[in-house]
Antibody, heavy 116, light 108 residues
Framework: QVQLVESGGGLVKPGGSLRLSCAAS????????MTWIRQAPGKGLEWVSY????????YYADSMKGRFTISRDNGRKSLYLQMHSLRVEDTAVYYC?????????WGQGTLVTVSS | SDELTQPASVSESPGQTARITCSGD??????SYWYQQKPGQAPVLVIY???ERPSGIPERFSGSSAGTIVTLTISGVQAEDEADYYC???????????FGGGTKLTVL
């Protein structure tokens, strides 16, 4: 079955950097668009970015543009999110998910806390 | 506007029909998707492309579309359906993903 496992979350100071990873299994990773979604504590869902199956097409939400970089390694069946210049308001659970006819498979998320 | 607007909360009694709406100008041309999220869990896709139900989702969940308003209907709502529900679509270009603010469904 489809499994997505995020890692790399943790506590970071404002202005710091963090790299999230998502390990995929149970499906042909190289055939799927992938996306990152985040959810601040007690708040709603917020789309972060997505990347096409080949990695040639990438989009970011405006508030993440220039600070976050999405990438993938199809050989390693892994998705990444490099985050720089982190702000307190970036504190959230970050979910990795497949994007095909909706966001149809989600990981359990990794918590990123930005605090001094 | 590319915003999606949902009611903050909806309440319904067990066995009745719960309806959650989502409005946005972009829904006239873009598909809608619905997600259920229970406390402490990742969201689950319950409706895609306005009206389609993924395998494994109970038949009591259905979706409909009328112009700039889409509706998630839960027929014969059960206590286990109590959750937050989010609608999702894309902007007018089709390139950016957008979510509604979410609706808390309470089963009284």
């Amino acid at each position: 079955q489809v499994q997505l496992v995020e890692s790399g979350g943790g506590l970071v100071k404002p202005g710091g950097s963090l790299r999230l990873s998502c390990a995929a299994s149970g499906f042909f990773f190289q055939d799927y668009y992938m996306t990152w979604i985040r959810q601040a504590p007690g708040k709603g869902l917020e789309w972060v970015s997505y990347i096409s199956d080949s990695g040639s097409t990438i989009y970011y939400a405006d508030s993440m543009k220039g600070r976050f970089t999405i990438s993938r390694d199809n050989g390693r069946k892994s998705l990444y999110l490099q985050m720089h210049s982190l702000r307190v308001e970036d504190t959230a659970v970050y979910y990795c998910a497949t994007l095909e006819n909706g966001i149809n498979h989600w990981g359990q998320g990794t918590l990123v806390t930005v605090s001094s | 506007s590319d915003e999606l607007t949902q009611p903050a909360s909806v309440s319904e009694s067990p066995g009745q029909t719960a309806r959650i709406t989502c409005s946005g100008d972009g829904l006239l041309k873009q598909y809608s998707y619905w997600y259920q999220q229970k406390p402490g869990q990742a969201p689950v896709l319950v409706i895609y492309k306005d009206t389609e139900r993924p395998s494994g989702i109970p038949e009591r969940f259905s979706g409909s579309s009328a112009g700039t308003i889409v509706t998630l209907t839960i027929s014969g709502v059960q206590a286990e359906d109590e959750a937050d529900y989010y609608c999702q679509s894309t902007d007018s270009s089709g390139n950016y993903v957008i979510f509604g603010g979410g609706t808390k469904l309470t089963v009284l």
